[in-house]
């Protein structure tokens, strides 16, 4: 993975959810290029969090073995923007999964920390569709290297993930 959009795992039940985080900080060069003078994190760069939460509980699902890519965003909506110093909650939560593909439900959250405590502010929803590609019903032919899920990226995932139930 050349861009990863996550910081890491906050909880991650195995076939059904997974609850990642993303720190939002004023060092991204990203942040500033949109409107200049007024930093904010781009949905598109938010569904591209989403996305990777979601890929990886997909992947999961068959141990990594197959190859995962977002298919379709069935629809996206936001509610907020998000500045730098927020952090960023995507709950994704797998609706049907099986040898094809999987339908995945994800919400991002921010989450505030004040005096009285910490509480969790929508952010927006997306609906996304994956592909195994290796199991492809067009009959495409891929290259038996995962180019997915490789060898730096499982590094990554085992070293940031915790098994845990989850609450979406």
Request: glycine share 8%; charged share 25%; proline share 3%.
């Amino acid at each position: 993975m050349r861009w990863i959009w996550i910081d890491r795992f906050e909880a991650f039940e195995h076939g059904k959810a997974a609850v990642a985080i993303k720190n939002v900080t004023a060092a991204e060069e990203h942040l500033h290029d949109l409107y200049p003078g007024f930093a904010l994190m781009p949905s598109t760069l938010m569904i591209e969090g989403m996305a990777q939460t979601a890929g990886i509980l997909v992947g999961a699902w068959r141990t990594f073995q197959e190859k995962v890519i977002l298919a379709k965003i069935g629809k996206a909506t936001f509610v907020r923007l998000v500045r730098p110093g927020e952090t960023l909650i995507y709950r994704a939560k797998i609706l049907q999964i099986n040898e094809v593909g999987a339908a995945v439900e994800g919400k991002i959250f921010s989450r505030q920390t004040e005096a009285s405590g910490t509480r969790e502010l929508a952010v927006g929803e997306v609906e996304m569709m994956f592909s195994h590609i290796d199991q492809n019903l067009a009959g495409a032919r891929f290259p038996e290297f995962n180019f997915v899920f490789n060898s730096e990226f499982m590094a990554l995932f085992d070293a940031y993930r915790r098994d845990m139930p989850v609450e979406i």
